[in-house]
């Protein structure tokens, strides 16, 4: 009897190996496609975490600086008599989409801003994100009430798929740095 069991014991243990064996193979081979998936996936994840951040980037944007709009707080009050001296940006919008565009070509946009500060703004600084996005600014004062133009041309050129390119203006504001977008698709 004893002997018969140690037989029946052996004999599970050679059945149970043998499937083991057998699962890890098939486990392997679902493993490898699973993490061909992920990885796909995980591509995918990347490329929407950029749009994402983009957009987050051009709301934010939008969004009115604490200097611009109202002034008058439920925690603080600025007396009528108190003049704030201040070049304030206020761009018509911060941001432009050139649509799709051939790869080689060169587009243009201008940005329009007034100052609705009581000082004339001078901007000291305008610079894209990198070399392929050039603005040109008005190297003049623009006194209070006055209205300015900033002229950003992008060349495409080297470029393929969904571009997002910054400018940064460095100016008499409060920040002193305001940001730009400009976007385009680029096909061969």
């Known amino acids: 009897m004893r002997q018969f069991l140690i037989r029946l014991v052996t004999l599970f243990l050679f059945f149970i190996s043998i499937s083991c064996s057998t699962t890890s193979k098939l486990n392997k081979k679902t493993l490898d496609s699973r993490i061909t998936i992920l990885e796909e996936e995980n591509k995918y994840l990347k490329r929407e975490i950029e749009v994402i951040k983009s957009q987050i980037r051009e709301l934010s944007n939008n969004f009115p600086r604490p200097h611009e709009g109202n002034t008058e707080r439920e925690d603080i009050r600025i007396n009528d008599s108190v003049k704030l ?52 600014w008005p190297k003049a004062k623009i006194e209070p009430g006055d209205e300015g ?40």
């Open 85 to 136: 001296n201040n070049a304030i940006m206020k761009f018509d919008n911060t941001s432009h989409d050139f649509g799709t565009i051939k790869a080689g070509n060169s587009v243009s946009y201008t940005y329009k801003f007034k100052n609705t500060g009581n000082i004339p703004l001078q901007i000291t600084n305008a610079k894209g994100s990198c070399g392929c996005t050039v603005p040109k």
């Open 149 to 188: 133009e900033i002229l950003v041309t992008f060349n495409s050129k080297g470029k393929k798929g969904h571009q997002h390119k910054s400018i940064t203006i460095t100016a008499n504001t409060n920040p002193t740095a305001t940001r730009l977008y400009i976007k385009a698709t680029i096909e061969e």
